[in-house]
């Protein structure tokens, strides 16, 4: 597998390569094509990475009642996107999307048995990634990380609100 991921391969320079945000999106790029190829390895070739956490939020979440806006929030993404991701996750017969009596426009998302067997046979393939993700890296490095890119995601998220108001 030939990934632009070190220098010279890809004729980036070197002073953006080591940029974080440029790291960062080597390292996501990696991942998700990781999980892409163990997806079609059990035969779900058309479901993405964004399908597989939607599924697994709804499974840990089974017993709340979980709406679109749920989902919008949870994910951070926009009510057209999920809206679209939705409709092709429930075609495929993954989820179900039921009126709310009295607010047709309000959706409760449902997981079908379907989705439940996916989830099943997916979470072998999260471990073995995420073993291989930290191999090497002791307890103390994995939380610290997870702690800077708590910090890095505040951070984009401040930035964000403060483009937005010099927007207006």
Known sequence: MR????????????????????QLKVLDRMFKKTMEAGMRKNGYDNMTMM????????????????????LEKKFKVGKSSLSGTL??????GFIERKSVPGNAR?????????A??????MEQGR???????TKGLSDEEIEQF????????SNVAEYLEQLKIEKE
Request: glycine content about 6%; some cysteine.
């Open 3 to 22: 990934m632009c991921m070190q220098d010279k391969m890809c004729g980036i320079p070197e002073a953006e390569v080591d940029r974080v945000g440029y």
């Open 51 to 70: 399908n597989g956490w939607i599924i697994g939020y709804l499974i840990n979440h089974e017993n709340d009642t979980i709406y679109q806006k749920d």
């Open 87 to 92: 409709k092709i996750m429930e075609e495929k």
């Open 106 to 114: 309000v959706k409760q998302v449902v997981l079908t048995d379907k």
């Open 116 to 121: 439940r067997e996916y989830h099943y046979n």
């Open 127 to 133: 471990q073995e990634l995420e073993e291989q993700v």
């Open 146 to 153: 997870r702690q800077v890119v708590k910090k890095m995601q």
